[in-house]
């Protein structure tokens, strides 16, 4: 499937301020775990803002969660270490929204949506402006590095090392070691969309409407007087302080998107069936009767109870 994913920090606080030190590790470690899941994750756009971040890919393989669960843990940990803290960093559940593929627009729009982010939140004024992780600069399967950051979880300095309760349990052999790669690699994958054109056109085209976004913007905040923020403030922010902006609770979180009316009927009808399948399977299971079969796409029930799960999605009525 392909996926739009939307990941917030805890109480929406600035978790994610990208400071030097942070930015180096959500770039590594983004691109580290991409790296493990090469082939099974495709990662198509991304960008971090200061209390969330956006991912637009494809799940290959159904590892999605896998994935996340991943990425997420090991940005927490680290976030941790730079500051000498524990708790959550991240919140527990991230938004998925399912994306429809017959034409690829609606890729296309999440896509210019993602990189446009920060200027849209009135912190700069031109995404190139934006120095957090993003995929803005990045070309279609161009190879690009990023390296393990001495700080944190890799710092050379741990202070557990010279305890002698660290001695006695052995933790202290594995300071300074880690299983992650030293420098880590990624491509970004080319989305499946407007084939007629060349990997450089579809770039060209994407940050084509992300300038085109920049300078309506641009012209608005001339005629309201406002002003954006500025990068020197967005990184002066503390990672405990949070938006001013009150929440909308209980609001509509979207779980698929289409690229047209008929497209989004469609994605309601899959899913609608779906969740009426799995529950009626679940239920069944529950009852005693082991040999249900699951709907495609059924996940935890498969990773906790290895349940049998159907090899393809059912067709819908027309």
Request: with cysteine; hydrophobic share 40%; charged share 30%.
């Amino acid at each position: 499937m392909t996926f739009f994913v939307s990941v917030r920090a805890v109480n929406r606080s600035y978790r994610f301020v990208p400071t030097k030190q942070v930015r180096e590790s959500l770039d590594y470690a983004l691109k580290a775990t991409a790296q493990k899941f090469e082939g099974r994750i495709a990662l198509y756009e991304y960008q971090f803002l200061s209390n969330h971040y956006h991912l637009l890919g494809a799940d290959l393989e159904g590892c999605l969660p896998d994935f996340m669960r991943e990425l997420n843990a090991l940005f927490s940990r680290q976030l941790n270490s730079l500051r000498g803290i524990r708790g959550s960093n991240i919140e527990k559940d991230y938004n998925l929204v399912i994306v429809d593929m017959v034409t690829g627009e609606r890729a296309f729009e999440h896509a210019v949506y993602i990189l446009a982010n920060a200027v849209r939140a009135n912190l700069v004024e031109r995404t190139s402006q934006w120095l957090a992780p993003s995929s803005y600069a990045l070309e279609y399967g161009e190879v690009v590095t990023a390296q393990q950051p001495k700080c944190g979880l890799w710092s050379d300095k741990v202070a557990h090392a010279e305890r002698k309760a660290s001695r006695r349990s052995k933790r202290a052999r594995y300071v300074g070691k880690s299983k992650l790669p030293e420098v880590a690699q990624f491509k970004l994958v080319r989305p499946p969309i407007r084939p007629e054109l060349s990997d450089a056109e579809l770039r060209a085209a994407i940050r084509a409407e992300v300038t085109k976004i920049e300078n309506e913007l641009i012209a608005q905040r001339r005629r309201t007087g406002r002003r954006v923020m500025g990068w020197k403030r967005v990184v002066a922010m503390h990672y405990l302080d949070i938006p001013n902006e009150k929440e909308e609770y209980f609001g509509v979180r979207p779980t698929f998107s289409g690229d047209d009316e008929v497209a989004r009927q469609k994605a309601r009808a899959r899913r609608k069936r779906f969740l009426a399948d799995y529950y009626a399977a679940r239920d069944r299971f529950f009852a005693g009767i082991r040999d249900v079969v699951f709907p495609f796409g059924t996940w935890l029930m498969k990773r906790i109870f290895k349940v049998n799960c159907a090899t393809c999605r059912p067709a819908l009525a027309t």
